[in-house]
């Protein structure tokens, strides 16, 4: 169990409604639901009833809600003393990040961070992953979003494996397959996405030997996505990446499967300020809160 989990609870418990919980704690409702079944699945103990009408404590639940507060409140006095010693409250955390992660991650993350440090300042610098890693390394960022593994000089830990799929307009046949055999790329029309983690797609293509027929190469993923649904082409696109878009637009898993993995890292723990070495585990703690990752 988590702090974080013990707040999920408590939030649930007083709004009544998962949907009011996770939009305060800055999770998505399964994120939410997920963090919440762990902790049930932990202690062997069903703690929520859940219906149409919200969400209500269990017998045993209402016995252990005492404790858990006891905790968070326990907690809560604990970061006060501790940035009280530290004098955490102002300064400013560099992360280096890229499209999807600022948009999938990021907000929840520093809505999570604000809530108790109200007066760091974030400066976030968008780039590819090598400009990310350069950027670790020459100090002009603290903290940032990788692929995984990185390089052996810097201290990075994994957070999540992310499937990339190809995506069509809804009104292309190909829309219709359950999955995409990664050799037909040869022979549709390909738009390029340099997003920021393009090297994974391309280490894709270039380990199936497929030399798509690109017709457009384009930075911004917004863009990409209007041509497919124009029906201009298809292109590779991981999950995080088009979550999110209301378009007309279809998600086909590839065969064989492929995926990115994204971590953290930093060029070294010991030389953070208190501030980002605070931050980098509130983002490991709400992304595996998030995906219920061990």
């Known amino acids: 169990m988590n702090i974080s989990q013990y707040e999920a609870l408590i939030r649930a418990v007083e709004t ?14 399964s994120g939410l639901t997920r963090a919440l079944n762990s902790l049930e699945k932990q202690w062997n103990i069903r703690l929520l009833n859940r219906g149409r009408t919200g969400v209500q404590l269990t017998a045993e639940g209402k016995l252990l809600l005492p404790y858990i507060r006891r905790v968070l409140l326990d907690q809560h006095q604990l970061t006060e003393r501790v940035n ?89 046949p190909h829309a219709k397959m359950a999955t995409l055999p990664i050799s037909m790329m040869t022979d549709l029309p390909y738009i390029a996405l340099n997003e920021g983690v393009e090297d994974e797609i391309t280490a894709i293509l270039n380990r199936h030997n497929i030399k798509p027929d690109t017709h457009f ?52 723990h010991q030389l953070l300020s208190s501030a980002a070495s605070i931050f980098y585990r509130y983002a490991c703690d709400w992304i595996r809160c998030e995906y219920n990752a061990t």
């Open 217 to 268: 190469m384009e930075s911004d993923d917004h863009a990409v996505i209007a041509m497919v649904e124009q029906g201009l082409g298809t292109s590779l696109m991981s999950m995080m990446m088009i979550k999110g878009f209301d378009r007309h637009i279809t998600a086909i898993p590839l065969d064989p499967p492929g995926y990115r993995d994204l971590g953290i890292a930093v060029r070294n």
């Open 84 to 172: 009280e010693i530290n004098g955490l409250r102002d300064g400013l955390i560099r992360v280096g990040t890229f499209n999807s992660v600022s948009a999938q991650w990021l907000p929840g993350i520093i809505k999570k961070f604000h809530a108790d440090y109200q007066g760091i300042q974030f400066e976030l610098l968008h780039g590819t992953d090598a400009q990310i890693v350069n950027w670790i390394e020459e100090g002009r960022v603290d903290v940032g979003f990788v692929a995984y593994p990185t390089k052996d000089e810097l201290e990075a830990e994994f957070l999540y494996r992310d499937p990339i799929v190809s995506i069509f307009a809804e009104y292309d």
């Open 16 to 29: 009544g409604t998962m949907t009011q919980a996770a939009e305060e704690l800055g999770y998505t409702q």
